[in-house]
């Protein structure tokens, strides 16, 4: 594929002079990625493939299209647009829901099949649309003030589910009608809805669960009132909002939370026993085939996880199996039942994450992968053939491959099923795993989507994203750069991958200046990793600077010993890895030892302030996006995991805050954030900012009213990145 855009680059240079790649450009529609399908499932019966894909005209705005899979040319199943010409305000809810599982745009954002293949759901302008197939008509189903939110059909097809004013409701689609099944809901107490640690840290999205045949519904309670309330203050361009929040900040209070299993039809409610212990994290909920509900309970330390099978008619429970670790436990949606009652799960216990196969009530448990390497998750079973799909790496931790294993004979090699040396992603396997859906991309080529056989062989394209003259992008591929990768060797011997960026016309006798993008965190994907590039790296690159990422220790994916560096002491061999980054940069001949910056959001932001703070004066500027300042200002789930309570840890909890280190404030820093942020608090900036301005210490400060732990919007995005910019222009380009 390199070789295509090489040529297709020099094609494009015979005809005219490549399109200069600005910042106007950059956010614009259409996307410079090209159409890209997201949200790809296969129909219930295997006949239609439906995806969600934006405008060409609004990158914002997204359609629900479909494809037939016998053939012929995507289709546009419902537009947004024409069934909403122009949606109303978002509920508090549904943002809240939408910045945690990081849905941006508008439109069509999420959709759900019914069982049968006959309609589909989804939620638009505060509404519950249903899309009736054959008739080719949207109608909504709900047409009141409230709005509702987590909406679902039930696997039988019967039942529409939605949360509303804290309170989980059914719609009968046989009869057309509504029951509440709670309405206790209000104030600090919720029906069916996942608690903020849950949305933002646990990627549970939801509060409630129907049973296979529709005969029972599990739901959550969540009482809130354990939190005490804080006051954020959310500051608009039109004003300001004083918002109560019952933030869970680490070592504090969390939610109380509760179970139910109600009969639909008789309306009769049981309590799920999930213990003793009631300061414990409902971490997911499965039913299973023969009608048993099965819990992952986790500890309050996150070192526990307990899988429980429940009675649904008396709530009772038992430990089918448990998982413990001194450092903590990571989530997973791998839990699988097999025809005979058995199970697939996947642990870490040896030190990477393999898949395990165990009895009906977790007895005998068998290893069907082993050795040092990553699972990331399990895709789809084939039960005829007794094989398992999963996602992960076997030789390349850069790459991500769909593999196939036998669970009937264990201690069989797994066998790749995709080609290419790049990230396969958006896994769908078929009913029957005679089929799977998949997209694809490298750092040569831009995401593409396409439904394969059993042995990876491409049946059919989704979405081709073909970089011909009619991509987006093509104006600028003549300019396009491919990074390099290589390793460097961490102070413990680890393996620390990175990419860095040349820029266009590169000469290696010249001395460029350099920006270093980090985020450094755990459980978020890596920068080195090979997928297609992102254009701001591009756009980057292409101002004359060298672009650097590297993979410090702490970052996911590498297995146990390699994530849990971090342990305890955040801000610490993170830090580490990227001061051996920043002087392996200053020994390439072609860079600038003296003109190196530094930026990163979020955790990247922290990573920004806590490295150019322990190495005063070794970068020559820095940009701090939503930054963590202190720990104990961040959620439960998230900083426990990783460091302890500021109880138990205070030492840790100390030397990880960024005051710590004020006084190696030296390094020229921006600082910006959304005044809305729910997630990285502006409490974290304010602190630091008056702290800084006590010690008569400059810096620069960009915020961004209304916005939240993201910028959204297109003028938003450029003038966040022009600012970028031009602070790093000012101190990092000659002359400076």
Same mark, same amino acid.
């Given at each position: ?131 009736? #197939?054959?008739?080719?008509?949207? /109608?909504?189903? *709900? ?58 840290? !646990? ?16 739901? &959550? ?28 900040? &680490? ?148 790459? =991500? ?75 600028? #591929? ?11 060797? &961490? ?38 990793? *090979? ?36 342990? /305890? &002491? ?39 302030? !806590? ?31 990783? *460091? ?56 620069? #400060? ?13 003028? =938003? ?7 970028? *910019? ?11």
């Amino acid at each position: 594929m390199s070789l295509l855009i090489a040529a297709l680059g020099a094609l494009a240079a015979q005809d005219a002079e490549p399109a200069e790649l600005t910042l106007e450009r950059l956010f614009a529609s259409p996307s410079l990625d090209g159409p890209v399908a997201s949200a790809t499932r296969f129909s219930p019966d295997g006949g239609l493939i439906t995806f969600l894909q934006s405008k060409e005209e609004d990158a914002n705005v997204r359609d629900l299209w479909a494809i037939d899979v016998d053939g012929g040319e995507p289709f546009l199943l419902v537009d947004s647009r024409a069934l909403v010409p122009e949606e109303r305000e978002l509920s508090e809810a549904e943002i809240q829901l939408r910045e945690r599982a990081r849905i941006t745009g508008s439109g069509i954002v999420t959709y759900d099949w019914d069982a049968q293949g006959d309609a589909l759901l989804f939620p638009l302008d505060g509404d519950v649309f249903y899309f009736d #197939l054959e008739r080719g008509e949207a /109608r909504r189903l *709900m047409e009141t003030e409230a709005a509702e939110t987590d909406s679902r059909i039930s696997p039988t097809g019967r039942y529409v589910g939605f949360v509303r004013d804290q309170n989980l409701f059914v719609h009968d689609l046989e009869i057309g009608e509504t029951r509440a099944i709670t309405a206790e809901g209000g104030d600090t107490l919720s029906y069916g809805t996942a608690e903020f640690v849950a949305q933002e840290e !646990m990627s549970r999205s939801t509060g409630y669960w129907f049973s296979g045949d529709d005969r029972y519904v599990a739901f &959550a309670e969540v009482d809130e009132s354990p939190i005490p309330v804080s006051y954020r203050v959310d500051i608009a361009g039109d004003g300001a909002t004083v918002v109560e929040q019952r933030y869970p900040y &680490a070592g504090e209070a969390n939610v109380r939370i509760r179970l139910f299993v109600e009969d639909i039809e008789t309306g009769e409610r049981a309590e799920v026993d999930l213990g003793d212990e009631t300061d414990i994290y409902l971490a997911r909920a499965n039913w299973s085939p023969d009608g048993r509900l099965f819990i992952q309970r986790q500890n309050r330390a996150q070192t526990r996880l307990d899988l429980l099978a429940v009675d649904p008619a008396t709530g009772d429970s038992t430990i089918v199996l448990t998982e413990i670790d001194p450092a903590w436990i990571n989530l997973t949606d791998d839990l699988t039942f097999l025809d005979d009652g058995s199970f697939l799960w996947t642990s870490e216990r040896t030190g990477f994450r393999h898949i395990y196969h165990f009895g009906r009530d977790g007895a005998d448990p068998i290893a069907i992968t082993s050795g040092d390497w990553q699972i990331n998750a399990i895709e789809g079973v084939d039960y005829d053939a007794g094989l398992v799909y999963f996602s992960g790496w076997i030789s390349d931790s850069l790459q =991500r491959h769909l593999y196939a294993v036998s669970y009937a004979q264990p201690g069989s090699e797994p066998v790749r099923i995709t080609s290419g040396q790049g990230w396969w992603s958006g896994i769908s396997v078929g009913t029957g795993a005679q089929t799977f859906l998949a997209s694809y991309s490298d750092p040569s080529t831009p995401p593409h989507t396409a439904l394969y056989d059993a042995s990876g062989e491409r049946l059919r394209w989704i979405e081709e994203n073909a970089l011909d003259e009619a991509h987006p992008y093509f104006p600028h #591929l003549d300019e396009h750069i491919v990074p390099e990768r290589g390793t460097l060797t &961490a102070a413990d011997g680890s393996e620390l991958h990175y990419a860095i960026y040349l820029p266009p016309d590169f000469d290696r006798s010249r001395r460029y200046p350099a920006i270093v993008n980090v985020y450094g965190g755990p459980g978020v994907g890596r920068r080195a990793r *090979m997928t297609w590039t992102n254009m701001t790296s591009q756009y980057i690159a292409q101002q004359g600077y060298v672009y650097f990422m590297l993979d410090n220790r702490g970052t996911p994916d590498r297995g146990r010993a390699f994530e849990t560096a971090l342990h /305890r &002491a955040m801000g610490g061999v993170e830090v580490e890895d990227q001061l051996a980054g920043l002087t392996f940069l200053q020994s390439l001949d072609y860079v600038d030892a003296g003109r190196i910056g530094l930026w990163g959001w979020s955790y990247g932001g922290y990573m920004t302030l !806590m490295t150019t703070l322990q190495a005063p004066g070794a970068f020559a500027a820095g940009v701090a996006g939503a930054p963590v300042t202190d720990w104990a200002l961040y959620d439960t789930h998230y900083t426990e995991r990783y *460091m302890g309570t500021p109880q138990n840890n205070p030492d840790g909890y100390e030397n990880s805050a960024v005051f710590a280190h004020l006084d190696g404030w030296e390094t020229p820093l921006l600082i910006m954030h959304g005044m809305a942020d729910d997630n990285v608090v502006f409490e974290n900036t304010t602190r630091l900012i008056h702290e800084l301005q006590a010690r008569d210490l400059p810096f620069e #400060l960009m915020t961004y009213p209304g916005q939240r732990h993201g910028i959204r919007g297109e003028m =938003r995005q450029r003038h966040r990145l022009r600012t970028m *910019m031009d602070f790093f222009d000012r101190h990092l380009q000659p002359g400076e």
